[in-house]
């Protein structure tokens, strides 16, 4: 509804039929004291209603920094967006007034955090958190907000509604604190919802429990999903494409069908033998040799290479350009097509 | 000033929870109030004696502060010097000093003056700390910078010596009446202390600031203002109120040297310390004049630093 009325205002970017949000070739960089890291080195990915894209890397790899430059929260300084475009419904954020750019990350975007207990302000009940922004921005008078944020509560399962609405978050325990999250999120009927690492905090059986209501709200609202997560298990339930990051780069870019029955780059492969196997039970475990690199000096050439099996004398020099492997699938490696042809 | 207000409202919303009726955890209070940590050190508080004992001795010299008349009926200013420095009777409990003016009668109508002075100073220190240091503390980097260097130059000078320029210098301004005086003195002490109220709002402010819900509302779009008065300052409150507790003592304290030196207040406002400083000539001759004022300077100073130890207790998050 809300993306309705954006749409509708006057004099503004907005292309019709662009993507509902997208990431263009993205730079981030933190100037730090000890050099400057290049945390992003050109990001693209998009995502349109009703559909769900997971983003998929290691810590540093740049996962949360793209979402974070979505949503306008990188502390800047030391950060700084040094190249791109973040298009919402096609017009670029980067570029608009101050006051726009937050009008339409405020009612367009919405975001949930990792760990909802330091997401939620300890000093405000959870319902006053969830009512001002409803007051704030929708202009609701107290009780209309109340009735609202006691609504979005039982719409993210939370029983007693009525009653938690007036409790601290410190009261809730950590699968109802990311519902409640999760509730205030969807406050103001965004189009996009950012993920990132959602279920993170959480023990497994509540891990499944929010997944699930995250990905039945999301079909119920044809809401563009982007979750962020380095969990395989999860993506693999829950995302149509996935973007695979290393070293502020997207180095694989596929449906998720595809990608798990062939993956396209040497280290989507790594990620994936190393994840826990039953039927692989007493062997011992594969790791991905090595440490994500620095950003501050990320290895020329393929910025993998030092820790990949597959690496040749060309992978240290040269930087794999991205490799088309038929429709929508991108693969940054040299040896793309290899992988993805049958070795 | 805001957690009464804060733990009210925390307390308007009770109901009762039963542990049961949440498959997913649920409420951890055993009465089922939401619990703010407001309400929550409150609860905490109630049960301490040194809060007690402290909050006790506090309320009693408020209530003085207010009425003095209350206590005695006898006039402070009232000179009789035929009974100068009589010792303690059952006339004058406390004795007469050198003018032959009623020390119990004298220190009851210092309360108000001293507790002025503490109070005024605290809260003026913490304001303007607190405002300075969420400043400093959200905005950082080049604002961050200079707000410090400045806090740093008023660190910088030695506390007495300061003090005794600024009033020196207010002082032949010709103010006079006992208000005044006390402006001049908790403008003078605050002037000199907040670099401390300033810098633990910042560092509390620098915490606050790298929680995600600093975040979350900065992706709502709110204003810069917005943050920092509703989001980071109720989450930054405890530590600097515990300070300003202490702090209230020692302003106590500190008020009663600067009347010692001669420089603090002054006829009308006649405040303990102003009292001790008259005694300083007789203190071997007639010691009652020194040890009453001195006496309850001391009780009240230990009750504010009691306080604010509770306080400290019931609000360090590492403790609880």
């Known amino acids: 509804m809300s993306a309705q009325s954006i749409g509708e205002t006057e004099d503004t970017g907005v292309v019709p039929d662009a993507p509902l949000l997208e990431v263009d070739d993205l730079y981030v960089e933190f100037r730090t004291r000890d050099g400057v890291a290049k945390v992003l080195n050109g990001v693209s990915y998009h995502v349109d209603a009703g559909e769900t894209l997971a983003v998929l890397g290691e810590s540093g790899s740049g996962k949360s920094v793209t979402a974070q430059a979505v949503m306008g929260i990188l502390d800047e300084p030391p950060a700084a967006v040094t190249g791109g475009e973040i298009r919402y419904h096609g017009e670029d954020l980067l570029k608009v007034s101050a006051q726009r750019r937050s009008d339409v990350r405020a009612e367009g975007i919405a975001m949930i955090f990792q760990d909802a207990l330091s997401a939620l302000n300890p000093v405000y009940t959870v319902g006053f958190q969830i009512e001002e922004q409803l007051r704030v921005r929708l202009g609701m008078s107290r009780q209309e907000a109340r009735k609202r944020a006691i609504a979005l509560l039982d719409l993210v399962r939370i029983p007693n509604a009525a009653r938690r609405v007036r409790q601290y978050p410190h009261e809730f325990s950590g699968g109802m604190r990311q519902r409640a999250m999760i509730a205030m999120s969807l406050a103001l009927d965004p189009e996009v919802l950012i993920a990132d690492e959602p279920t993170t905090a959480l023990d497994v059986t509540v891990q499944a429990q929010i997944m699930d209501l995250l990905k039945e709200i999301q079909t119920e609202r044809r809401m563009g999903l982007i979750l962020i997560t380095h969990d395989l298990g999860v993506v693999a339930e829950v995302a149509d494409r996935i973007a695979v990051m290393y070293a502020g780069r997207i180095v694989e870019y596929a449906d998720a069908v595809s990608l798990y029955r062939r993956p396209g780059h040497p280290y989507t492969a790594a990620l994936m033998e190393s994840l826990p196997r039953l039927d692989l039970k007493g062997h011992e475990l594969k790791t991905i040799k090595g440490l994500p690199p620095s950003l501050l000096a990320i290895p020329p050439g393929c910025p993998f290479h030092p820790r990949c099996a597959m690496a040749q004398d060309r992978c240290r020099t040269e930087v794999p350009a991205e490799y088309r492997l038929g429709l929508g699938r991108t693969s940054r490696c040299h040896f793309a097509e290899e992988m993805v042809g049958g070795v | ?320």
């Open chain 2, 1 to 320: 000033m805001t957690d009464p207000t804060i733990a009210a409202q925390a307390d308007s919303g009770g109901s009762y929870v039963t542990a049961l009726e949440h498959a997913d955890g649920g409420g951890t209070g055993k009465k089922g109030k939401p619990r703010s940590l407001w309400s929550d050190a409150w609860g905490d508080l109630r049960r301490r004696p040194l809060f007690i004992i402290a909050s006790v001795i506090i309320l009693f010299l408020i209530v003085v502060a207010v009425f003095p008349e209350w206590f005695t009926s006898a006039d402070p200013n009232h000179r009789d010097l035929s009974r100068s420095r009589q010792t303690p009777s059952s006339d004058a409990l406390f004795g007469y000093d050198v003018q032959g003016q009623d020390i119990f009668a004298r220190a009851v109508y210092g309360t108000r003056w001293s507790l002025l002075v503490g109070v005024g100073a605290a809260v003026f220190t913490v304001v303007i700390g607190a405002v300075i240091g969420l400043l400093a503390g959200y905005f950082g980097g080049a604002v961050d910078g200079f707000l410090s260097r400045v806090a740093e130059v008023f660190f910088g000078l030695p506390f007495v010596l300061g003090a005794i320029i600024i009033l020196n210098a207010f002082r032949s301004s010709g103010v006079d009446s006992a208000f005044a005086l006390v402006m001049m003195v908790v403008f003078a002490l605050s002037l000199l202390s907040w670099p401390v109220a300033m810098r633990i709002m910042r560092s509390a402010a620098i915490s606050a600031k790298q929680q995600d819900y600093v975040k979350a509302a900065r992706a709502l779009g709110a204003s810069a203002w917005r943050i920092i008065f509703r989001h980071m300052l109720p989450n930054c409150l405890a530590p600097i109120l515990v300070y300003a507790t202490i702090l209230l003592g020692s302003f106590i304290a500190v008020e009663a040297t600067l009347s010692f030196l001669g420089i603090g207040l002054r006829d009308p406002a006649v405040s303990w310390g102003v009292m001790i400083s008259d005694a300083r000539n007789y203190i071997r001759v007639a010691p009652h004049l020194l040890l009453f004022p001195a006496g309850i300077l001391t009780i009240t100073v230990l009750a504010f630093v009691m306080l604010g130890d509770a306080v400290r207790d019931a609000l360090d998050p590492k403790l609880r």
